[in-house]
């Protein structure tokens, strides 16, 4: 039982559904349910046309879309699809903050920096297959 299940393992998946978790979670706990100062500020530019609670919940949905497509097996495209759902919200941070911290608020340079940092690294992850199965892989070395 267990060689089969190792043998459907996917990093990549795996990658989906603990970081898609995690974005439900910062919505519904971050930023719904307790948002922190420097993240209202931060995103002020944002909030003029879109209120922080949509912005969380927002957070939510694109959590439970790449958690759902890091469930499916054996469809790149629905993979795709969640890897868009975590680079979403991630790169409108990035981009709201950058704004931030060239206008009003400087303090936000950093949350610019680690969220366009994250973004970047999801676009790269996104593009990665998966290790090769240990009867595929070249012997020696």
């Not at 922190?36 to 500020?41: F, I, N, P, Q, V």
């Not at 303090?107 to 595929?136: H, K, N, R």
Request: glycine content about 14%; charged content about 10%; overall charge positive.
């Amino acid at each position: 039982m267990w060689s089969a299940a190792a043998r459907r393992f996917s990093h990549r998946r795996a990658f989906l559904i603990v970081v898609g978790l995690g974005w439900a979670l910062y919505g519904r706990l971050g930023i719904v349910g307790n948002p922190r100062y420097g993240t209202a500020r931060g995103l002020s530019d944002v909030t003029q046309y879109v209120p922080l609670d949509v912005l969380g919940w927002m957070w939510v949905a694109c959590g439970a879309v790449a958690l759902l497509a890091g469930l499916v097996v054996h469809c790149p495209r629905v993979q795709a699809l969640g890897y868009v759902a975590l680079a979403v919200p991630a790169g409108l941070w990035a981009g709201a903050f950058a704004a931030s911290a060239a206008t009003s608020y400087p303090e936000a340079v950093g949350s610019a920096c680690g969220w366009g940092a994250y973004t970047i690294g999801l676009v790269l992850v996104s593009g990665m297959d998966d290790p090769l199965p240990p009867q595929l892989r070249k012997k020696g070395r």
